[in-house]
């Protein structure tokens, strides 16, 4: 039997862009995603903190080092620049892995700069 656990948290991402026109997703600084194993184009929850909505997409490469945190498409009604995000991302584990499994956890600060992490 698989079980759906928590594979990544981005804990505090800071919205810095909203783009209406573009088809869709989060573009995500590509350092941020590597930091907690986000691939291109994964599914994503999107928790906005400020507001209270919730949204799934998916997650691009955005510039490394850039801090980029781009609402895209529809998205982009679902925040505004300086809103926090929670970022998740799960995975579906038999229960042999269930057994030593723990979610990549990131913390972020108001420039979206790592300032803690738990692996």
């Not at 919205?15 to 600084?29: F, P, Q, R």
């Not at 982009?76 to 995975?91: E, F, H």
Request: proline share 2%.
């Amino acid at each position: 039997m698989f079980c759906t656990l928590l594979k990544a948290k981005l804990h505090h991402l800071r919205v810095t862009e909203a783009n209406k026109e573009y088809e869709g997703s989060l573009t995500i600084d590509e350092d941020l995603m590597d930091a907690v194993g986000i691939r291109n184009h994964e599914k994503v929850l999107i928790a906005n903190l400020e507001n209270g909505e919730r949204l799934e997409t998916y997650a691009i490469r955005g510039p490394r080092g850039s801090g980029i945190a781009c609402l895209n498409g529809a998205a982009a009604y679902k925040g505004v620049i300086g809103d926090r995000l929670i970022v998740l991302v799960w995975c579906q584990l038999d229960e042999a892995e269930r057994q030593t499994h723990h979610p990549k956890i990131v913390r972020l600060d108001k420039r979206n700069r790592i300032v803690a992490s738990a692996v």
